[in-house]
Every structure is written in structure tokens, then in C-alpha cells.
């Protein structure tokens, strides 16, 4: 059983954001519906589909995949301040905290989208796996934080990234 949702952003979200702005719900109930539909249910089978789909979304001009320690060097949170305030992190504090979140949040993900020319960060997302003890003891997936640039929008990305 899994449960998504995407919220409309907080009212601190700036108003020309490329948050998600339409509120949906989806449910999985028992296994054989998410066989049929082929929806991972633990962050782990998520991984390796949003290694497939990544792959499969990415296209010439940018690349999708997950988050790693050059990404604060690369724009990341340049392009997380045209969503909210997001103070830069020395490289430092940015590998012990992105190894944290892998040791003690193994249910949270951070996908980039990486211009392939440049090397910069143009859009980001996370998802962060719940688990519930209400719908049967199923799961809830959150998407948050997701922004792509600017210059970038109008292009489907946030659509990749989600």
C-alpha cells in the first residue's frame, strides 16, 4: 500500500515558483496491484527506478540523477534560493550531512537535474518515503523542494524530476 501526495507550496514559497501547485493522491493497495502496476515500495526498489527513469527521462541537454558531494559546488543551493532561503553549506558540512541523511534517513531522495554542457544544477527534487501506521500500515511518499531554474522552465523538466 502506497500513498502519494503533492501539496500546494507553503505561502513562504516565492510566488513565481515552479513548486508543485496541484494537489493529487495516489493509492497502491496489496501487492499484486503494485506488481501490476510496477511501483517500488521501499526506497531501495525506488533507487533503481529512479536510476531506470532517469535514464529514460534524461535527454541530450540534461542529465537526471541522484544527489551527490560535488552538487554543492555545482549550483545546488544557488537553485534551492529561487524556491526558499537556502544558505550555502561549506563542502564539508554538505558530505557529512548528505552521508547522514543516507545513514539515518534511508527513505529520503534527492534528484538533480544537471546541465550536461555546463556541469550546473538547473532543477532539483526530493522524496521522502513515510511509513504509516494508518492504511493499512502503508506508505506515504512526499515530493518537496522542487525548483528548476529559471532559465530553464517552460521545458517540462519539473515534470522529469517528479
Partial sequence: FFFLMIRRPPRSTQSRSSAASDVYKRQVHGES????LGKPT???EARVEVDRVCKRHSCPEIN?????YEDSEKGFFEILS?????PKLDPATFRDTLDLLKKTEPNHLTVIAEER???RIVGTAALIIEQKL????????????VVVDKGMRGKNLGKRLI
Fill in 64 to 68: 537526471l540523477r541522484e544527489i551527490s
Fill in 82 to 86: 529561487q524556491l526558499t532561503a537556502a
Fill in 117 to 119: 554542457a555546463t556541469g
Fill in 42 to 44: 521501499t526506497l531501495a
Fill in 33 to 36: 496491484t503494485r506488481k501490476m
Fill in 134 to 145: 494508518l492504511r493499512g500500515a502503508g506508505r506515504c511518499g512526499h515530493i518537496e523542494d
